[in-house]
């Protein structure tokens, strides 16, 4: 039930530990004002940003890094409800890196890493120098969105709850397992209506897009200058459909469909999961003697089938924890990502079936947003949050088991109700505005599909591309999440080329895999 959600959390490209700290919602206040950090180049403005030094970035194994002189950390106070403008605010916690040279600056590159519900402010700060061809010319710039993180991040219930949700199992054999998840998902969902109910109706993708072109004007510029990543691909497609006339260069790359139901959502994410859990278990044994796990694909399967199904009789236990089955299978969606992390999928399983859960758990834990110090980041909390928000859709039970019953026939790993099973149950009521996409009068728009990813399938870019009205397709046939970072160079050049120069490419690009 829960592995498409989980699927879908972590759609940032780059896997984080996001930073445990969280912003607040308080009566409105006066726009911040400049300070001796303060940008020469919006103080004085409305909704200017003091820049200071940051000093709470989390690395990727969950600590906190040495301050970094390179980065620069602010707030932007916006509306919780912009309906109302002049009650209740939030702070939106902004992260940036000066433009490097050599060349002329050209402003500033915003970027959304995905989720719904992953922290940009830690995962610039990890992945600067990745985008450092675009850094030369472009302030780099991400933000966490409301309702994640430092920006009043949403929190369902306590640590103990989020341990108890995450390890649920999730390949139910009768009812009375059935029940059991269906009765967890359930107290998940009501520790989010108890300890962030106040925030729920606010954090959704339209009142996001509006925040970001506030960050827009607060940054200086006069256009946006946009690269989002899985789920930011629904921000940006929401964002120049609100916002066409504000559209400079916007690359959106893994892309989400967000005119897709519930139900083909979930359809979709089945089918791109096993797709992707066939070809690792293809490249696991294309070499004689390589893979652990078995010598040909049909063994390699079955051990990792007798794995998870020995777990739901007999967990593993790793320290004073339990690796349970639900665990083990958040562990193998989140090593489907890239075929970065494929050999150690192979690993983690093989040390699995000897009884070793220690590289399954971490892989969970890292997936999963839990700290070294058994906290959790918001991630697995704004995820269910943002998405039961962008959707009116309530799913009867009748609906969800039909949804069950097909994706099972996708993939008896993978299938499941998905996301549905939550929002059907969310305390408060979701809007349908985020799933409406029509970017007409906008400058082109690069749209970037990977016939090879799992959480975001091919299908859905050449669809948001037409839905856009100004989208320009470009396709990589490759393996993993999103394209930019798969290191292929022809898609660096391409996107590169565009953001850099504004050069679109022509009708039909296709980059191979290397």
Request: with cysteine; charged share 20%.
């Amino acid at each position: 039930m829960r592995r498409t959600l989980r699927a879908a959390a972590v759609a940032a490209v780059l896997s984080t530990a996001l930073a445990a700290c969280s912003g607040t919602i308080g009566r409105n206040s006066a726009a911040l004002v400049g300070g001796p950090d303060t940008d020469p180049s919006t103080a004085g403005s409305a909704g200017a940003i003091a820049w200071t030094t940051c000093t709470d970035i989390r690395r990727p194994d969950g600590q906190i890094a040495k301050p970094d002189p390179s980065l620069q950390c602010g707030k932007l106070t916006v509306p919780l409800d912009y309906a109302k403008p002049d009650d209740l605010s939030l702070d939106i916690a902004v992260i940036r890196t000066r433009a490097t040279g050599p060349g002329p600056r050209i402003g500033s590159l915003i970027f959304n890493f995905g989720g719904p519900g992953a922290s940009g402010v830690d995962t610039l700060a990890q992945a600067a120098k990745v985008f450092g061809s675009l850094g030369a010319r472009y302030d780099l710039v991400s933000f966490d969105p409301r309702g994640v993180e430092r920006s009043s991040g949403v929190r369902c219930g306590t640590d103990e709850d989020m341990n108890k949700y995450t390890s649920l199992n999730t390949l139910p054999t009768d009812e009375a397992e059935r029940a059991e998840i269906d009765a967890g998902t359930k107290a998940f969902v009501d520790a989010c209506g108890r300890t962030a109910g106040k925030l729920l109706p606010y954090v959704g993708t339209v009142n996001a897009a509006q925040d970001l072109d506030r960050l827009r004007a607060a940054l200086g510029d006069q256009k946006l200058n946009y690269f989002g990543i899985s789920y930011g691909t629904q921000l940006g497609a929401i964002y120049a459909t609100r916002f066409p006339k504000n559209v400079n260069r916007m690359v959106l790359d893994g892309t989400l469909d967000p005119s897709a139901t519930l139900e083909q959502r979930t359809l979709a994410q089945t089918t791109g999961f096993q797709h992707a859990y066939e070809s690792f278990l293809k490249d696991c044994v294309k070499e004689a003697g390589q893979c652990e796990i078995g010598t040909d694909t049909t063994i390699a399967d079955k051990n990792v089938e007798k794995l998870l199904y020995d777990l739901k009789a007999k967990p593993i236990k790793v320290g004073d924890r339990t690796l349970t089955q639900g665990l083990a299978s958040t562990a193998i969606s989140a090593a489907l990502y890239s075929p970065l992390t494929w050999p150690l999928l192979d690993r983690a399983v093989a040390e699995g079936l000897k009884g070793d859960g220690r590289i399954l758990l971490a892989l969970a834990d890292n997936y999963n947003g839990r700290l070294p110090d058994g906290g959790y980041t918001t991630l697995m909390s704004s995820f269910p949050a943002i998405s039961c928000a962008d959707t009116a859709e309530r799913p009867t039970k009748t609906e969800l088991d039909r949804t069950e019953a097909e994706s099972l026939k996708l993939s008896p790993l993978f299938g499941s109700s998905g996301l549905g099973s939550i929002c059907t149950l969310w305390p408060v009521p979701g809007s349908d505005e985020a799933r409406k996409v029509n970017a007409a009068g906008s400058a082109p728009i690069l749209v970037i599909g990977n016939t090879g990813d799992p959480a975001t399938p091919y299908e859905w870019a050449p669809k948001l591309a037409k839905e856009l009205g100004t989208g320009v397709l470009l396709t990589y046939r490759g393996q993993g999440h999103a394209s930019y970072l798969s290191g292929d160079p022809c898609v660096k050049k391409t996107v590169d080329n565009y953001l850099l120069d504004g050069k679109i490419p022509a009708k039909g690009t296709t980059c191979p895999a290397p």
